[in-house]
């Protein structure tokens, strides 16, 4: 079998196309491999399917899969066609190993996606010899295609995060399907102005606001405002892991103020307050022990005052939860510790949402598990400088996207 046709069947070119030529360079480390059209060959119309002649050409060039230690790369004559047809006229064909408008072929585009779940882009770019930015607009253009087919019309319950993209005031805020656990949308900054965006993704994917029965959100105003504005049937729950973060930090920076007071006591004793007493070590346990012996008032009341807010989420039902509820915050209101008083105002001001979580049942853990998947993802890739991109790999990582309904790949 003549190198041409062995390479076309690897190709998987079909007539009218076939490979005419192969170039091996073991100087330049490159593979050439020309495919042109057989004579008298016809096309079909990209806009209405008919058959036409080829009516000029232009010379394209495409980078494929390495050959063992060789860049690929093919090249090809497409043509135009004239389409006699109302509304087409002159059109470029579509040739079959590539993407419209792509300089890499489908092989290689599913190559970087399959990479891109696992892999940073800039590692990639080094592999693959290619820069950062071809492959990002890769990316990016798949992401794209595949929210396209995406359906959202079934969506009723959403959870709504935000994570930092770099240092400073910058964010993005991620909005998931909790009962598909999927990544419905990702949009920069974290105001309410993300809820308005996320509601008219959701319309164009076939959802509609009005069905959205339920929002698990932490206590941000923005996405507040935003939920009740654009959703107007959603149940707000305010996210019961949110709540106690809140109350771990009010703890944090009380035990730290003290420990000036008493710095032999409370000196390094952080992840000690952050745990359970049935979650501590011995040792841990004694010297929690010594802590309340020595009078660490502040510091102890904090604590305890954390345990008892957990103890809340123990409750069977609603009913039992706002009966532990009103008693911690009876006993809250009357402490002497200002961050205490204001964690006290916090639960009034949000009480019916923290109390609406026996109902739905509904914490965005889920998603704050996925928000680290993201970081980490970030960290390895060193930080990404768009935004965009940074959205992109999260849909990777949790938009569950079909990609093989995007663009049939060559058998």
Request: aromatic residues 10%; hydrophobic residues 40%; positive net charge.
């Amino acid at each position: 079998m003549q190198p041409e046709a062995l390479f076309g069947m690897a190709l998987g070119i079909v007539p009218p196309w076939e490979v005419t030529e192969v170039k091996l360079s073991t100087e330049s480390n490159r593979l050439d491999i020309s495919i042109d059209f057989q004579r008298g060959a016809t096309f079909k119309c990209p806009v209405c399917g008919a058959s036409a002649p080829a009516y000029d050409t232009t010379e394209k060039t495409w980078q494929h899969l390495n050959f063992f230690q060789y860049e690929a790369y093919l090249h090809a004559r497409v043509p135009r066609i004239n389409c006699s047809n109302d509304g087409c006229g002159v059109r470029q064909v579509q040739v079959p190993w590539a993407r419209a408008g792509s300089g890499f072929t489908l092989l290689f585009e599913a190559l970087v996606m399959t990479m891109a779940r696992d892999m940073p882009v800039n590692v990639m770019s080094r592999l693959l010899s290619v820069t950062d930015t071809r492959l990002w607009r890769v990316i990016n253009t798949y992401v794209e295609m595949a929210r396209a087919k995406e359906d959202y019309s079934e969506v009723r319950r959403i959870g709504v995060d935000e994570t930092s993209v770099k240092k400073g005031h910058h964010y993005v805020s991620f909005f998931f399907d909790l009962d598909k656990r999927k990544l419905l949308f990702g949009t920069e900054g974290k105001d309410n102005q993300t809820v308005k965006d996320f509601v008219a993704d959701l319309k164009k994917h076939g959802g509609n606001p009005e069905n959205i029965s339920a929002a698990a959100i932490d206590m941000s105003k923005a996405f507040i405002k935003g939920v009740k504005e654009q959703l107007p049937n959603a149940v707000i729950t305010f996210d019961k892991f949110h709540l106690i973060k809140l109350m771990n930090e009010a703890m944090g920076k009380i035990r730290a103020e003290e420990a000036k007071e008493f710095p032999e006591f409370l000196k390094k004793s952080r992840y000690i307050f952050l745990k359970n007493p049935e979650d501590l070590s011995l040792d841990e346990e004694e010297r929690l022990d010594s802590i309340v012996a020595n009078r660490c008032r502040k510091s102890v009341e904090a604590y305890t005052h954390k345990l008892i807010l957990q103890n809340v989420y123990f409750a069977d039902n609603r009913k039992e939860a706002e009966i532990l509820l009103k008693q911690w915050h009876r006993k809250t209101s009357k402490s002497t510790i200002g961050l205490i008083q204001k964690m006290a105002k916090t639960v009034k001001d949000h009480w019916d949402g923290i109390l609406s979580y026996f109902d739905s049942k509904l914490t965005t853990g889920f998603l704050e598990g996925i928000n680290s998947l993201i970081q980490s993802a970030k960290a390895r890739a060193r930080g990404y400088r768009n935004p965009r991109n940074m959205i992109s790999i999260a849909y990777l990582i949790a938009g569950k996207l079909k990609f093989n309904t995007v663009f049939a790949l060559p058998t």
